[in-house]
């Protein structure tokens, strides 16, 4: 899948920087951490194209994976697949799989200003339709009762996507609000977020697609982060 070779290009990449400078810097090594784990996301795909909404819902599996370099810049990687069955007669059952790279850097403790891309692929019987999407946006993380819970609200503005078989959408967004819960080196979080993409209108129509998920997350965070 091209979302997977694009994963490891990223990776391969970004994973040397990360090495030399951790080993040529004693303080930067102490201050690199990291966190991981499972994911399972309950998705709804909904599209309107002049003819009745199409939906389509299902369950994906994946994992999730952050890098914390130092106390203020982050490497995120996210990768996740399953199906979507057709919850109305226009729809059709689709495999899905996606990835995403993102960095992110703390302006202040509480917000995160982050780039990354995207590709996430639908295939039914008959054709795959690629999805590839360059993201920017911030993240907003407020901590409570102790700093043992965070919450977490962002929002994205997507400029330049492209669709296989399709025009690109003349305007792009994504938003999303969630929690996370930290007792010792374990992490549990639960997050809702929705992506929106409007189509310019051809021959009187205008395409919209909806994707809303709501994700539970179990992990541990390994090392310590040290204040510069």
């Known amino acids: 899948m091209s979302g997977l070779s694009l994963s490891r290009r990223g990776l391969s990449v970004g994973m040397p920087v990360v090495v030399l400078l951790a080993a040529t810097s004693p303080q930067l ?13 309950m998705s709804e795909h909904r ?5 009745g909404v ?10 999730e994976g952050t890098l914390f370099i130092g106390s203020r810049f982050e ?12 919850d109305s007669a226009a729809a059709e059952d689709r495999d899905v799989g996606e990835v ?7 302006t202040v403790p509480w917000l995160a200003l982050d780039a990354g891309i995207s590709s ?12 590839t999407a360059v993201r920017f946006g911030g993240e907003a993380r407020l901590a409570f009762v102790g700093g043992g819970i965070t919450g977490l609200v962002r929002a994205e503005l997507l400029p330049s996507v492209s669709v296989s078989g399709l025009e690109k959408p003349s305007r792009a967004f994504a938003a999303g609000a969630g929690l996370e ?3 010792g080196v374990l992490m549990l979080g639960l997050r809702y977020e929705l992506e929106r993409y409007d189509f310019p209108t051809v021959a009187g129509v205008q395409r919209r697609e ?19």
């Open 29 to 41: 090594h102490a201050q690199i951490a990291f966190q991981g784990g499972g994911i399972a996301t």
């Open 181 to 183: 819960w930290r007792v």
């Open 210 to 228: 909806q994707l809303s998920t709501l994700t539970a997350q179990a992990g541990v965070r390994l090392g310590r982060l040290i204040a510069p």
């Open 100 to 106: 995403e790279l993102r960095a992110s850097l703390l």
């Open 120 to 131: 996430r692929s639908y295939t039914t019987a008959l054709v795959r339709q690629r999805w």
């Open 75 to 86: 490497l995120f990687a996210h990768a996740a697949g399953g199906k979507l069955t057709a």
């Open 54 to 63: 199409e939906q389509s819902s299902g369950t994906l599996l994946g994992a």
């Open 47 to 51: 599209v309107d194209a002049g003819s």
